[in-house]
């Protein structure tokens, strides 16, 4: 199967359909879906077309509810100005091919071995919320007076820094790097507001990490900007490794892979998109000086039994 995870393309098979969307278009969508609602129900549906199936009906699902978290970020550049990917016609073939993956694939099979487990609760939950995403009544127009105040949306550009709560007493602060959801937390709590801007990203950076979920809802506010020329981050790599067979790639930057042996990994980031939440709990962590449950969990294994 090739999945180093249990999201939606955290596998070989997505990110070849990645790169064959950038090539191809809306039409790869559509082949993708017809190849699997297609398929009599006696037809056997491999895990190659499973995975390609539930990547192109998560593209769908952005372009309806514009939650895109979930996404690689070349997708999130490619599905700009593209809302016509959420037709009703489209919407449907999707919601048909992630039920039938869900239903009867070889994809849940080579999840569903050796019985359940965390991994694929977590992947058959995510395959149920991308139905629900598609199934769902499609967002009222905006009526064309509203009451109270107008509230800005929050822009999320490069060089913005948040300030990241911890509790009701100590907070720290990030910065968005490159393009969001890259962030960068900086080693800098404390109880007071930091007024110096320049200060604030001259300092250690803790860890960068791609944040999803409510972190594009303004979850963390926005208090100021820095150019990345300003004090700039290197973006580090990361690691993607195997489920099934503890094979390890490092990946860079610009999404360029290698092969990697796990010890090589040791010090890297797993490509994930974390949950603000749990952001907070890893930093609350750190400076209580315990280990972090979801760092942890997500760490290089070196052998097959850990």
Request: aromatic share 6%; proline share 6%; net charge negative.
């Amino acid at each position: 199967m090739g999945a180093w995870g249990a999201g939606s393309f955290e596998n070989d098979d997505a990110l070849d359909f990645v790169v064959r969307l950038e090539r191809e278009g809306e039409a790869a969508v559509r082949v993708v879906l017809e190849e699997v609602t297609e398929l009599g129900a006696r037809d056997y549906l491999e895990a190659e077309q499973a995975s390609s199936a539930i990547a192109a009906s998560e593209v769908v699902a952005a372009a309806r509810d514009g939650e895109r978290s979930r996404l690689p970020q070349a997708v999130q550049d490619w599905l700009d100005g593209r809302g016509d990917l959420a037709s009703p016609a489209l919407l449907a073939l999707a919601h048909r091919a992630v039920e039938r993956v869900l239903t009867q694939s070889e994809l849940k099979e080579l999840w569903e071995e050796g019985g359940a487990s965390a991994l694929s609760e977590t992947w058959a939950s995510g395959v149920r919320q991308l139905i629900a995403r598609l199934v769902a009544t499609a967002p009222a127009a905006k009526a064309q007076a509203s009451k109270g105040p107008k509230v800005r949306k929050l822009k999320l550009e490069p060089g913005a820094v948040l300030r990241v709560d911890l509790d009701l007493q100590w907070h720290t602060y990030a910065r968005i790097l490159a393009r969001f959801p890259r962030i960068a937390f900086y080693d800098c709590r404390v109880l007071a507001p930091e007024q110096d801007i320049l200060a604030i990203v001259k300092r250690p950076v803790l860890f960068v990490l791609a944040v999803g979920g409510s972190a594009s809802k303004g979850h963390w506010p926005k208090i100021g900007h820095a150019p990345l020329d300003m004090a700039p981050i290197p973006i580090p790599d990361q690691f993607m490794q195997d489920i099934g067979t503890g094979a390890c790639q490092i990946v860079d930057e610009a999404f360029n892979l290698r092969p990697a042996k796990p010890e090589e990994c040791i010090a890297l980031e797993r490509v994930a998109v974390w949950d603000p939440v749990h952001v907070e709990e890893r930093i609350r962590d750190h400076y209580a000086g315990r280990p972090n449950a979801h760092l942890a969990h997500m760490k290089v294994r070196l052998s097959a039994a850990e």
